[in-house]
C-alpha cells in the first residue's frame, strides 16, 4: 500500500532496552512504533491531546510485529511510519532499519479505531474531526 503520510525517527537503541545478550528486547519495538507514530501524528496536526480535545479516542485494536533481524546496545536505528489507511480505521505500517547499512531489521502495523469518548461508541467510519486534517494532505498530493 502507498503511503498517505511517513514520519521518521532515528535512535540509538539503549543499554536499558536490551537483554542480557545486547539484543532489543522485542516488546521494545512497540515503544518504538509509538515514538515514531507520534511524530506522524503531529505531522498531521492531530495529535493525541487534539484527539481527545475532539472527543475522540483512538485505542489500537490490532498489531502485527515481524522480527526480521535483531537490533542491539548502541546500534544507530531508523524507525519509519507510514499512514496506508484511514477511511475506516487507521492503519499504520512500520520499518526499522540499520541507520548506516539501511537493513530491514523490523516491520509491523497498528491499526486504531475511532471511539466516541462521549458514548464510548466505536465508529465505523473516520470522523470528520480526522477527515478534515487528511483531506487537504491528499489535495497536494
Avoid at 12 to 17: A, R
Avoid at 94 to 104: I, N, P
Wanted: glycine share 4%; charged share 20%.
Amino acid at each position: 500500500m502507498k503511503a498517505i503520510l511517513t514520519a521518521e525517527m532515528t535512535m540509538v537503541v539503549p543499554f536499558h532496552d536490551v537483554d542480557s545478550m545486547g539484543i532489543t528486547w522485542h516488546g521494545n519495538y512497540l515503544r518504538y512504533f509509538e515514538i515514531a507514530r507520534c511524530k506522524l501524528l503531529d505531522k498531521l496536526d492531530y495529535n493525541y491531546h487534539q484527539m481527545q480535545s475532539s472527543g475522540y479516542a483512538w485505542p489500537i485494536v490490532d498489531l502485527q510485529l515481524k522480527y526480521v533481524k535483531p537490533s542491539t546496545f548502541d546500534q544507530t536505528i531508523i524507525v519509519i511510519a507510514n499512514l496506508v489507511e484511514w477511511e475506516n480505521r487507521l492503519k499504520i505500517n512500520y520499518v526499522v532499519r540499520d541507520a548506516q547499512t539501511g537493513v530491514r531489521l523490523t516491520k509491523g502495523y497498528t491499526i486504531q479505531a475511532a471511539v466516541d469518548m462521549a458514548t464510548q461508541e466505536l465508529c465505523f467510519t473516520t470522523p470528520a474531526v480526522f477527515q478534515a486534517k487528511i483531506l487537504p494532505l491528499l489535495a497536494e498530493a
